[in-house]
C-alpha cells in the first residue's frame, strides 16, 4: 500500500543516483568530516567528481546525547563563488526522500545559489545511506499489489487492514530499537549536529513538501539558530492526519480539474468520467501486457496522481486514460510503477517504507475503522475521483502500528527568529496553498513571511515563475526579505 503523496513522486523517477562514502578525505576541509568520492550504487553510476560523500555520527536517541550512534550519509558540492555564505541545506520531502541521491540532479535547478553556498544534503535517519529501512522484499511488495486499498466487502477490509499489520510487523523486523527513533523532531536535532560539524553558525536551509514540515519543527526547536530558510510546498502544520488527508483530496481534485480544463473539458463531467472508469476497474483489472500484472484500481489512481504533480506531464495523463478507456491498462500501469520506484526488473524503491516509518511514528491519531466509514461520505463530497483512496488511508496507513506516535499537529511556532520565507503555490496538488498561509501564522508575527505563486504542480521555486526564482534568489543570496503576502502571477 503507498501513501497517494509524495514530493518525491516525478524527481525520484529520473533522480536514480545514489552516493555513499568511498573514502579518502578533503584535505582543506575544516568540518571535521571525512569528504570523499561518492560512490556508485545499483540504482545508479556514482555522481562526478564534484560532488563528496562523507557520514555524520549522532545520538540514536537524543534524550541521551552520549549513548548509542547511527551514522547520517551527507552529501555536498562546494560553493563556486568566492564570496561564500556556508552551507544550504536540502530536504527535498517525502518524508523518506534521499538527499543524497537527488542533491545531484536537483543542482541545476538551483545552480545561481551554488555561487554562494555549498549545496548540501542528507539522508535522514531510517532513510537510504542512513539506516535506511526495507519492510519488504520486492515480491511481497508486487503481491500487496492486488490488495484493495477502497475495500467494498468485509473480506476486502480483512484483507487491507492484514496487509497493513503486516507491513508494520516488516518494518519492525528491520529497523529493531531505530523504530522509536525516527520522528521529525529527531531529524531537526540532527539538522543542528549537521549545522555544527559543517561550520555554519546558523541553519540555511530550502525544505520541500515535508521538508517545510521538519524546516518548522527545526525553527520551533532551535529559533535562535536560524538563518535563511525557505520553505516551498508547503505542509499544513495545524492539520492532523484525517487534516492532511482531506487537504490532499482537495489539492489533487483542484490540480485534476485544472487538467481538465486545459483539455476543453467541464470538470465535473470529466471527474465523473474518471470516477466511473475506476470503477470498471475495480470490477474487472485492465490487461496491461506485462507478465502476470494487471491495472488495478489502486494501480490506477496512482497512475493518475503521477502526472498530476507536474503540468508538463499533463499530456501524458491524457494518452494513459485515453488508453484505459479503449481497455488497455499499460500506460497508467508504467505511471504508477514510476511512483512506486518499480524498474524494468520487477525492483522496488524503498522511499514509502521510510515514509511509512517515519510519518507513524510521528502521527499519533488513528482512525479506526468505524471513524473512517463515517469519513468517507466527506472525503468523496471532495473528490469523487481521490476521497476513497485518502480516506481510507487515514486508518489503513498506520494500522496496529509496532511503535506509538508523538503528536496530532507538529509544533512550528518560533518567536525570536530570523524571517523565513514561506512559499505556496495556488495550484499545489500535493500541499494546497492554506498550508503556506498557516505555516507562515504558526511560525509568528515577524517570523512568517508569505509568497505566493498562481501556479501548478507541486512546488513553486524552478517551476517557470521568474517572480518566485528571482524573490527567493534575492532572500537566500542578499538577505532581501520580500513583503510579505507578495503575489506572483
Known amino acids: 500500500m503507498t501513501r497517494l503523496v509524495r514530493w518525491t513522486a516525478l524527481a525520484a523517477a529520473s533522480a536514480l543516483l545514489a552516493a555513499g562514502c568511498s573514502g579518502g578525505s578533503s584535505g582543506d576541509d575544516k568540518s571535521g568530516l571525512s569528504w570523499g568520492r561518492c ?29 548509542e550512534t547511527i551514522g547520517l550519509g551527507l552529501i555536498r558540492a562546494k560553493a563556486r563563488g568566492d564570496d561564500r555564505l556556508g552551507s544550504l541545506l536540502f530536504n527535498f ?17 538551483v545552480s545561481s545559489l551554488r555561487e554562494r553556498y555549498d549545496l548540501v544534503s542528507w539522508d535522514p535517519r531510517g532513510v537510504g545511506a542512513s539506516e535506511g529501512v526495507r519492510c519488504r522484499g520486492d515480491k511481497e511488495i508486487q503481491a500487496a499489489e492486488a490488495v484493495d486499498v477502497t475495500p467494498d466487502t468485509p ?23 531505530l523504530m522509536a527513533h525516527v520522528s521529525t523532531a529527531d531529524s531537526a536535532r540532527d539538522m543542528d549536529r549537521i549545522r555544527e560539524v559543517l561550520g555554519d553558525d546558523r541553519m540555511n536551509y530550502f525544505g520541500i513538501s515535508y521538508g517545510t514540515e521538519l524546516g ?51 470538470p465535473e463531467d470529466g471527474t465523473r468520467k474518471i470516477a466511473d472508469l475506476l470503477q470498471r476497474i475495480d470490477t474487472r483489472p485492465l490487461p496491461t501486457g506485462a507478465p502476470g500484472r494487471e491495472l488495478t484500481q489502486t494501480l490506477a489512481v496512482t497512475g493518475i496522481i503521477l502526472p498530476l504533480y507536474s503540468k508538463d506531464s499533463w499530456p501524458t495523463l491524457t494518452s494513459a486514460l485515453k488508453a484505459a478507456e479503449a481497455g488497455d491498462g499499460s500506460e497508467l500501469l508504467v505511471l ?36 473512517t466509514r463515517k469519513l468517507l461520505p466527506r472525503f468523496e463530497k471532495i473528490s469523487p475521483v481521490f476521497g476513497r483512496f485518502l480516506g481510507w488511508d487515514t486508518a489503513g496507513w498506520c494500522h496496529d502500528w509496532p511503535v506509538p506516535g508523538q503528536y496530532d499537529t507538529p509544533e512550528v511556532s518560533a518567536p525570536g527568529a530570523a524571517p523565513v520565507l514561506v512559499v505556496g503555490n495556488t495550484g ?22 508569505l509568497l505566493i505563486w498562481r501556479g501548478e504542480g507541486h512546488g513553486a521555486y524552478g517551476s517557470g515563475s521568474d517572480c518566485v526564482d528571482s524573490a527567493v534568489d534575492a532572500y537566500l543570496l542578499d538577505g532581501s526579505v520580500p513583503k510579505n503576502g507578495k503575489v506572483c502571477s
Open 39 to 67: 560512490k556508485a550504487s545499483a540504482d545508479g553510476p556514482a555522481p562526478s567528481s564534484e560532488w563528496q560523500c562523507a557520514t555524520v555520527q549522532v545520538p540514536l536517541d537524543w534524550s541521551k546525547p552520549d549513548g
Open 93 to 109: 520531502g517525502g518524508p523518506g526522500a534521499s538527499g543524497v541521491s537527488m542533491m545531484p540532479s536537483y543542482a541545476p535547478t
Open 155 to 177: 473480506t476486502e477490509e480483512k484483507a487491507y487492514f492484514e496487509d497493513a499489520a503486516d507491513f508494520g510487523k516488516g518494518c519492525q523486523k528491520d529497523a529493531g530499537k
Open 216 to 266: 518548522g519543527t527545526y525553527a520551533h526547536l532551535f529559533p535562535k539558530k536560524v538563518g535563511r530558510v525557505t520553505l516551498d510546498a508547503v505542509v499544513d502544520p495545524t492539520a492532523d492526519t484525517v487534516g492532511h488527508a482531506q487537504n490532499q483530496a482537495r489539492g489533487f481534485q483542484r490540480a485534476l480539474n485544472g487538467y481538465l480544463r486545459s483539455t476543453g473539458q467541464d
Open 336 to 371: 504508477a510503477d514510476r511512483y512506486n520506484e518499480r524498474d524494468p526488473s520487477g525492483r522496488y524503491g524503498t522511499t514509502t517504507h521510510s515514509q511509512r516509518v517515519i510519518s507513524c511514528l510521528d502521527d499519533r491519531q488513528r482512525p479506526t475503522v468505524a471513524e
Open 428 to 449: 499545489d496538488p500535493a500541499t494546497p496553498y492554506e498550508g503556506a498561509l498557516r505555516m507562515a501564522g504558526e511560525l509568528g508575527k515577524g517570523v512568517g513571511v
